[in-house]
């Protein structure tokens, strides 16, 4: 049987043919879509695919994980632009069955010159895969929703290797851009972890937020060495009100 890697890649691969046997990773009868902006089912992914296919994407596969019943991939999508991405899915029985992601247009480089996506790429230290993730979901928990950010430097390595488009290596901007504020309240605004994957070194945490006041959706994917956060990418996308999706299942 095919990992689920390998399942992820044959699925996504067929956004640049267009073919809908891509579509056949899926189970239709099982499948959940969270993407608001697609319709349920893989009917749906099919009829999105042939559409996307037109535009002669490319798919790029950056980092690609795997975690339990999950696979997860960080990726560089071209559709007449270039965008972000990280692809979640959940599977059972060799087939897909459900779908979460988060996409935003590719920026940089960033204050320090780097990409959204370059950076390190080794899967390592799978002995320690539960004890990064506890460390990404004490992070995420104490420091970006409750705002405890005097903890910082017991999460974060001094030297910080930042993907994030807008911000520069090291512990400064990250706090800078944590302790800002708009309209009297902080501008970025974590509020709910809804997943935490991991394999090794590597750990994906899903959010919910506020960013500006939009109701927002965050994607952090952490490299952790010797205990802290070495490296961070992200991707930040404004969830659309419930009157615009086009399936029922939320967000996450």
């Not at 990409?115 to 080794?122: I, S």
């Not at 899903?206 to 927002?216: I, K, M, P, S």
Request: with cysteine; aromatic share 10%; net charge negative.
């Amino acid at each position: 049987m095919a990992s689920k890697k390998d399942l992820l890649k044959t699925l996504l691969k067929g956004l640049e043919t267009g073919d809908p046997a891509s579509a056949a990773v899926v189970n239709e009868d099982k499948y959940i879509q969270h993407n608001p902006q697609t319709h349920e089912g893989s009917e749906g992914l099919a009829v999105l695919f042939a559409r996307l296919a037109k535009t002669s994407p490319r798919v790029t596969f950056k980092r690609v994980f795997e975690d339990g019943d999950f696979a997860f991939a960080h990726i560089e999508y071209d559709f007449s632009s270039l965008r972000a991405a990280f692809e979640v899915f959940r599977f059972e029985d060799g087939q897909a069955v459900e779908h979460w992601d988060n996409i935003q247009p590719l920026r940089g480089p960033n204050p320090s010159g780097r990409g959204m996506q370059d950076g390190f790429t080794d899967i390592t230290d799978l002995d320690r895969t539960e004890d990064n993730r506890a460390l990404a979901r004490s992070y995420t928990e104490n420091v970006l929703i409750q705002r405890q950010l005097d903890q910082l430097p017991e999460y974060i390595s001094a030297d910080l290797i930042q993907h994030n488009p807008d911000l520069a290596d090291g512990l400064p901007a990250l706090r800078e851009a944590l302790t800002a504020t708009q309209n009297g309240t902080p501008a970025i605004q974590y509020q709910h972890l809804h997943r935490v994957l991991a394999e090794g070194n590597f750990v994906l945490c899903a959010c919910e937020g506020q960013r500006g006041g939009t109701h927002t959706s965050f994607y952090d994917l952490y490299r952790i060495e010797d205990g802290r956060i070495a490296e961070h990418w992200d991707t930040i996308e404004a969830i659309p009100p419930r009157s615009e999706w086009k399936n029922d299942n939320g967000k996450f």
